[in-house]
């Protein structure tokens, strides 16, 4: 196990990668990579985590989010509960205070939280004690996203200095994109960013290593990683664009714009997909994709994560 | 009953006063401003030599909550939080349940308020029945209840032959339109300034063409019907210059600003604490320093509190669903003072001004001055007292505010109304 330079996530909150040292993402995919052997063993379980209790609090749906840091926490031993806001006292309009505090009173050492306005993790911070672990707050971010995602292109392409990653779609609206931005930035890969101008935020981070384009070609040229974004149907309801079908054509990612960035280039999607949409199926189960890995590498990264906030990622704990 | 002021700096702007002097008041009118002035046994002699004496303040943008939202705050709370702030005459806006549409409303709040106010209310009726933007509601019947301006504040009049018909119609009453200027299609949903911050932490922003667009129509048509229209808390740097240019060519447009406005940027949002949410919203730097220069150079009439209490769990939540708006009336003059008097960036006599004469001239009300026979209504304020904002000590309902925690530098330590001292030393007096 890998104890870099006395850097420690122990005790800490996860609410978003600007928040993040370069020490610190580093020290989460060297864990995440001892997570990955784990999950590939016949016996999966482990006891690092032995003891501990996690809720899954979410307020907005998701499959891959909710159910890998499920697995994250089960693999390692943790009892882990969800709470889903359809079928809670959510519903009865409780408070997420309220919830967080209810929740709390259970015991429980760390709270991995889904919710469409963004900050409510970190207003969560104010509230309660436990740990808490941004799974996505609106558009702000998706800190556990943005790492499997720099660990997927690390595992692919051996590092991060000097890549060039198009990320591509509804930047707007896109915790994922926001993540993607802070954590390539921090480990050196240059960023751009392309979709149709109603979905670029205006004052976009006007700084060093970012570049916005128009047209999604220029962002794809010679790119060693593509990240292409959801796009959702809300926002072509909202006069965003004009509909699906142009945007397919205009700024989807299909095997002729594939051709512009480099040969060996890395194709990652977010899911769920829109095939058809923001992506062809035929790059999306491409030699290229890496999309089906993104998933796979999701439940290491979450169990590194978990780890590390909640016993600091002591070795002897994990691979006994 | 005599009440006399003795050996403080008189700043009256509206008899063009700065100047050491004793301030006589007898029968709840000023009686007296000079020198010297001899008091014989019946008179209350209070030494406020080294503090500053103003005309009472005049808040012309307030929140009281009457009717309907009494969780919020309300007359007896409110007009507390006004005096313990050096206020003496507050004007409460109709974004009330229901909404101040109706002559009977205007009438029953009156009587609420001659019942549970420590200052004086003057209460701005609504412009639109409902604030809904389609109809003029019975402003003329409102005017002959009392009312003392129309707005639909809280939101734009869309519609502008709804707002050309309202500066048309009110010329018959002498009363003006307050322009809750943004246009709506461009700050739905908007939580915060749209720049760097938002797009940093993914909030959707409430952008300043909005609000540019929305000022530049109002000051056309009130140009078109040659009446007067004011420009509700104004925070954009070029909406300040559309004004510039307007007043410049002889348009009846005023405007007004908070204090919040004129000191506090999005960078000091916090997405985990929505207390720094608010509309407008807080701007850039630029806007800051623009809103600055407009109240030096009089684009800018009158500074407002936009005083909006909340109940504390209605605030204490997620930034997005958290109501806009904090209570501002019991901190206005200690940051005015801290931020812009002691940094050198705007003098005293400017700030009373802002805060007296000049909003009593937009409103045309017999207020805001020393002059002899006048109400006396008069706020004292020490410019050196140095404090601690703290909720706790708040008469406001809303708990919520930026400012606490803040250490300012300068408070108001006596209010006057009708010749009655009803605050002393931050102390309401019943």
Known sequence: ?320 | MKLLLKGGRVIDPANGIDKTADVLIEDGKIEQVSKNIQADNAVQVIDVSGKIVTPGLIDMHTHMREPGQEAKEDFASGSRAAAAGGYTTIATMPNTKPVVDKAILIDGLKQRAREDAVVNIEIIGALTKEQKGEELAEVGDMCQSGAVAFSDDGHYVQNSRVLLNGLDYLRTFDKIIISHAEETALVEDGVMNEGKRSAMLGMKGRPTVAEDIAVMRDILLAEYADAPIHIAHISSKNAVELVRQAKKRGVKVTSEVTPHNLTMTEDMVDMADSSTKVNPPLRTAEDVKAMQEGLIDGTIDAIVTDHAAHAEEEKDREFRYAPSGFPGLETAVGVLLTDLYHEGKIDLPLLVEKMTSSPAKVFKLNKGTLSKNAPADVTVIDTEAEWIVEKEKFYTMGAHSPFIGRKLRGKPIMTIVDGRIIMQNGIIID
């Not at chain 1, 751009?192 to 570049?211: C, N, S, V, W």
């Open chain 1, 1 to 320: 196990m890998v104890e870099s330079k006395s850097v420690s996530l122990r005790g800490k909150n996860i609410l978003g990668l600007e928040y993040f040292s370069p020490d610190e993402i580093e020290l989460v995919l060297q864990t995440a990579k001892e997570m990955k052997n784990i999950i590939s063993r016949d016996i999966k379980k482990v006891p690092a985590l032995r003891g501990k209790a996690i809720v899954n609090l979410f307020y907005e749906p998701s499959t891959r989010t909710r159910s890998s840091f499920e697995l994250a926490g089960k693999y390692l031993g943790a009892d882990v509960i969800n709470i889903t806001a359809g079928s809670s006292s959510i519903v009865k309009g409780e408070s997420l205070r309220d919830t967080l505090l209810t929740v709390e009173d259970m015991g429980v050492d760390a709270i991995v939280m889904r919710h469409k306005a963004e900050g409510a993790p970190e207003y969560a911070t104010k509230v309660v004690k436990a740990a808490i672990v941004n799974a996505g707050d609106g558009a702000h971010g998706h800190p556990s996203q943005g790492l499997l995602d720099l660990f997927t292109i690390r595992q692919y392409k051996g590092g991060f200095k000097g890549l060039k990653c198009a990320i591509i779609g509804d930047i707007l609206h896109s915790r994922v994109a926001r993540s993607d931005i802070w954590g390539m930035r921090k480990m050196g890969i240059e960023v751009h960013l392309a979709g149709p101008r109603t979905l670029i935020p205006r004052f976009l981070f006007e700084e060093k290593g970012i570049f916005i384009h128009d047209r999604i070609e220029d962002a794809i040229e010679n790119a060693d990683v593509i990240n292409v974004l959801r796009i959702q149907l809300e926002r072509q309801k909202s006069g965003l664009f004009p509909s699906t079908r142009e945007y397919a054509r205009i700024f989807g990612l299909n095997e002729k714009r594939l051709t512009l960035a480099k040969k060996d280039v890395l194709v990652m999607h977010p899911g769920p997909m829109n095939k058809g949409w923001e992506i062809s199926p035929k790059v999306a189960y491409s030699s290229n994709s890496a999309i089906q890995e993104q998933v796979r590498n999701g439940v290491a990264v979450r169990m590194a994560i978990l780890t590390l906030i909640l016993t600091g990622g002591k070795s002897n704990e994990i691979t006994a």
